[in-house]
Structures are given as C-alpha cells and as structure tokens.
C-alpha cells in the first residue's frame, strides 16, 4: 500500500462547477499537507498548503484536512477552462529530514 | 524573479550512454531538490542539497546516478550508464526554508527518453 493514494481520473466536469479532489494517507506522522498544480510539461507549481488539521481557503480554492480520517481535500469553486492540469497532493513531517511524499496526481478537464 | 531553471528540455538518448541534467535555482534559494517523475505519478525524491552538502540521497541509485552542487549554488544531475527505465521527466526544486520543502518552487523539467 501506497503512503499517499490519490485517484488519478481523469475527471471532467462543465465549467462553473465545483470540484472535489481528494487524497487518502497511511502515516500519522504528516503534519504538513500541500496541493500543487501542474500543467502539461511544466513542473508542479505549489497552490496551498496547510499544518495539521482544519481548512484554508485562497480565492476559489480551499483546503481541507482531516487528520482523524486521514483524508485531505481540494475543492475549487466555479472552476475555469484554465483549470485543467493534473493536481497533486503531497504531504510530509515534521521531523526525519522533511522528506515530501506525493500522490500520482488527479488529470482535471473543465469543459467550456 | 527568475525561476528555476533546467536544460535541457528533453534528451533522447540511448541506452547504456551518459546524460546529465543542469539546474539554476532561484537566487538566495539554500536548498536544492533533485525529483524524478515517472509518468503518471508524482514526484519522488532523488536528492536535497542543503548549500553544498548533500543531505538526503537515501533514494539515489548510486551505481549509476551522481550529483554535485559546486559552490552551493548550480547543480548537476548525471547518469553513466542509462537504461530504459529511467525514461521519466527529472525535476529540480528549489526553496530557502531551511530544509523544509514546504514552499519549494520547481522547475519545468527535463524529460530523458532512453532508447
């Protein structure tokens, strides 16, 4: 079993809708929780990340984490064209030389 | 500001030949990453640099991967010689957190195709 489980899609969806993308992971020990963006051939570019539990929104997007479940989520609000990539969750502690972990990413199509 | 930046682009090469990858990253940026992305998976790390010293390289396979970040700043990724699997796209990172990668930038990447 993977450390970190993300469901690779792809997922389309029509545009203005609400997006739901959602991680899964075993270690207890991840206190730091990010989500990154990543286009096609270009590297991940980091959207938002939150410590421990609890929610943190910027703008259309908003971070979840639920340390209990061990889940974490994104949601994007009226989601845009300019919204397809592939998301990627990734996670690390806060200890033991903060190595990331990353999720295989979720491909996104919002269909104009 | 400038970003990070990666040459080449793409290489094909092939098999049991040399490669190696170059990486500039943003300025006043400590900590260095060296990522390797298999297609349709996420990023996994190679090595961290902390200036000059190479702090993690628990996941570089040492038989035939090398790196080096002279003077703390540039960084070079090589592999003498390539197979077909190491075909993926290799990612250097960047970020001034003092170890921590939570806000690392990346660069675009280069992708090797071994043939």
């Known amino acids: 079993q993977k450390e970190v489980e993300q469901d690779p899609g792809p997922l389309s969806v029509p545009e203005g809708a609400i997006v739901s993308l959602n991680c899964t992971y075993s270690?207890?020990?991840?206190?730091?929780f990010m989500w990154y963006r990543q286009y096609s051939r270009k590297g991940p570019e980091l959207l938002m990340y939150?410590?421990?539990?609890g929610n943190k929104e910027d703008g259309r997007f908003t971070a979840q984490v639920d340390k209990s479940s061990k889940y974490i989520s994104l949601f994007i609000r009226d989601s845009q064209p300019s919204d397809s990539a592939t998301y990627l969750c990734?996670?690390?502690?806060?200890?033991?030389?903060?190595?990331?972990?990353f999720g295989a990413g979720t491909r996104l199509f919002v269909k104009a | 500001e400038a970003g990070v930046v990666q040459s080449p682009r793409y290489k094909i090469i092939e098999k049991k030949q040399p490669v190696a990858f170059w990486c500039n990253p943003i300025?006043?940026?400590?900590?260095l990453y060296w990522y390797r992305q298999n297609l349709g998976q996420g990023p996994e790390l190679l090595i961290r640099?902390?200036?000059?010293?190479?702090?993690?390289d628990s996941q570089l396979p040492k038989d035939r991967f090398s790196a080096e970040r002279l003077k703390g700043v540039d960084s070079t990724l090589k592999i003498q010689p390539a197979e077909l699997g190491d075909s993926a796209v290799y990612l250097c990172?960047?970020?001034?957190?003092?170890?921590?990668?939570?806000?690392?930038?990346f660069g675009q990447g280069t992708r090797l195709t071994v043939v």
């Open positions: 990172a960047s970020s001034n957190k003092g170890g921590s990668d939570t806000e690392a930038f």
């Open positions: 270690n207890s020990a991840f206190q730091y």
């Open positions: 939150t410590y421990s539990s």
């Open positions: 990734a996670m690390r502690g806060n200890t033991g030389g903060f190595k990331t972990i």
């Open positions: 300025s006043g940026h400590n900590t």
């Open positions: 640099y902390e200036n000059e010293e190479a702090v993690d």
